[in-house]
Nanobody, 126 residues
Framework: VQLQASGGGLVEVGGSLRLSCAAS????????MGWFRRAPGKEREFVAV????????YYADSVKGRFTISRDNAKNTVYLQMNSLKPEDTAVYYC????????????????????WGQGTLVTVSS
């Protein structure tokens, strides 16, 4: 599956952005979809994940209550709605696909994901 992330940009503190990740190739609904990010000088970290059906989600504590992951299987797209953005949210955001059947503790681990998008840069200015 090929993944194309978009929607990043420059936003002020407290603002919002919605990232999109369009998938092509294999059946999109067969994949658990996740978002990760890498801030300058830091390791890649988990942000959010959504089950194949879209009914289950997990979030990193740092974004819980501010970010919402969703998916539209008819459009082969996963979204990350980001509200109340903070400077520490500045990072390159990556979408990823995992062929696992359901969410688990492995969903937090980037090594569980087989396919990755190219990343989209989010910059939050203070």
């Amino acid at each position: 599956v090929q993944l194309q992330a978009s929607g990043g940009g420059l936003v002020e503190v407290g603002g919002s952005l919605r990232l999109s990740c369009a998938a092509s190739g294999r059946i999109f609904s067969s994949y658990v979809m996740g978002w990760f990010r890498r801030a300058p000088g830091k390791e890649r970290e988990f942000v959010a994940v959504i089950s194949r059906s879209g009914f289950s989600t997990y979030y990193a504590d740092s974004v819980k209550g501010r970010f919402t992951i969703s998916r539209d299987n008819a459009k082969n797209t996963v979204y990350l709605q980001m509200n109340s953005l903070k400077p520490e949210d500045t990072a390159v955001y990556y979408c990823a696909a995992d062929s696992s059947r359901r969410l688990s503790s492995d969903s937090y681990n980037h090594e569980s994901y087989e396919y990755w998008g190219q990343g989209t840069l989010v910059t939050v200015s203070s």
